[in-house]
């Protein structure tokens, strides 16, 4: 039975947010004559003098970065949100808004102009997890910051305007719309079942292991049931965590090494350097409780195909709702197969 | 106090999704070095002996166009929904699916393969109004289908991957996300008040003025108050009609003639054929009745500030929720200056 669904088109229901995706597994030998982007995969420097983000080199702000050997945050010159918005409401017939505020942070991940997540080491990217728990301690613990999302857009064609390795964290008074989506879920979940319906799920995926791609002591990467993007990703702590801030030393290590090898992974499907937003999902920091949450870090990436060949998320898409071609178990098939090593050191 | 608002980061929220989007008007100055599009202004032939939308040429599926002067439809030769799936429920501890049904049509606006809707007469877009029109009853009434999609994405930019006029149709059993949204906020408002939310959000808007762009005596094209995307337009007829099964021969013809006058305003904006996609969102057709619902069409947009640099929905967009930059005030003010006559014909 549950071959029969995976062959035909099908609903599958997101356990976090409540929404289904259609799934159109018949279509994917659908012909491609429209957009292509450019494979794009040019060697870079070290370190590039015109670039806003390397060491010792001046930002539009008139800025100027510090020599920094690990990874460096700033408040983000262009901030969406800005920390002293003063509160107005405004509730006019059927025109409602309300001011917001909020800190926008930018995380360079290495010095190194030329690097990205995969072609750093483990060690490294241990220092950008340990940065993350940093932000989301001191941003969460801020007045007014009731909610830290932490995320990166890699590659132009995911709206990221510098190639220098790098994150953003956009923190905030109310919380977003994704995060309520989910905590409603893990709530109801929680209430009803008092345990974490993560782990719940974590331990069906480990039994079935058709979605499963990487596992570690602590961490598993795996392709979500209810993925929308084709190579859509999540990694998941093992334990019960409620937010990053909570992993200790051992478990940093572990979440920067499963980190290096689903980027490795990604790099080596399309022999190219992966676009992608990710993004980790955690409990709110507005002081309450929240045993429900789960943390996790997501990867939204948009080839499907090659290269070139991207998914379109637009007219069905934005006017109902997500639709996928391949399967999450094709993909998942996929990507274990790749090798281990990164292509450009093969 | 209006005005305070609309100068510091707020959020506005959107009366049919129940969601909020983050508006940060002081950000418009922000420098972009990052993806750039292709302007791709080509002129096209009127006739292209290798699109398979033509007339008379031969589909991938081997069958043959007619030789159509008017609007012509046909089931997609690659429909991401299939009218004869089994039916089969999954619910596997946390894995949640169901098959689904459907029927995918493609809609071809005019038989000269250079045309766009703002290059076509409003004779010929009514004729595109009639043939919606006929779908939403016809798919409507077929057993299973129990929503109508009717959608157009424009533009390579879009995932269009033929610039032949043409828009689709996918029609299906279960209601799709954002229609059980919208009818949830709908009904809400009608059952406290009796009266369309639309219809009474559109009363404001007229008063106010500030986002209206076109009107005419049947239609209004105007910028929500909670728009997203840059330049995003609702055109929303003043009759409380829950579908556009309803219009009447005068109105099908003041629909065609608003989305003339829109569709030039938008290339005008750039120079350039401006990319969208755009859907109608309207009553689903299960037989039960919708007083609540309020029929409108709305155009996603993605250029933001000339016709190669988009508004990239990633990171923050993403995990969190939309954002802007423009307020709606702001796109609605240089869309009202611009010249009627499109750019290609003064
Ligand atoms: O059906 P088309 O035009 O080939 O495909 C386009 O529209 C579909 C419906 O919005 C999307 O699912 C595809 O990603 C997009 O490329
Ligand atoms: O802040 P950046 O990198 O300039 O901008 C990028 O990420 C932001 C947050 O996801 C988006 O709002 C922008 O559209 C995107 O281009």
Redesign the pocket.
Known sequence: MSEDINSIPHRRYNILTGEWILVSPHRTKRPWQGKTEKSGAVERETYDPSCYLCPGNTRSSGEKNPEYKEPFSFV?D?S?LLPDSPKVEKHDGLLIAETEKGI?KVVCFSPDHSLTLPLMEVEEITKVVQMWKKEYKELGETEDINYVQI?E?KGAI?????PHPHG?I?SQLSIPTEIQKKTKHLKDYWEKNKTSMLSKYLEQELELKERILLENEHFVALIPYWAVWPYEVMILPKKHYQHIGQLNAEEEKAFAEIIKKQTIMYDNLFGTSFPY?SGIHQAPTDGKEYPEWHFHMSFYPPLLRSATVKKFMVGYEMFAGPQRDITAEQAADTLRQLPETHYSKS
Chains 1, 2 share one sequence.
């Not at 995911?158 to 510098?162: A, F, Y």
């Open positions: 983000n262009f969406a926008c995320f857009n995911m709206g990221c305007s510098n953003q956009w937003s």
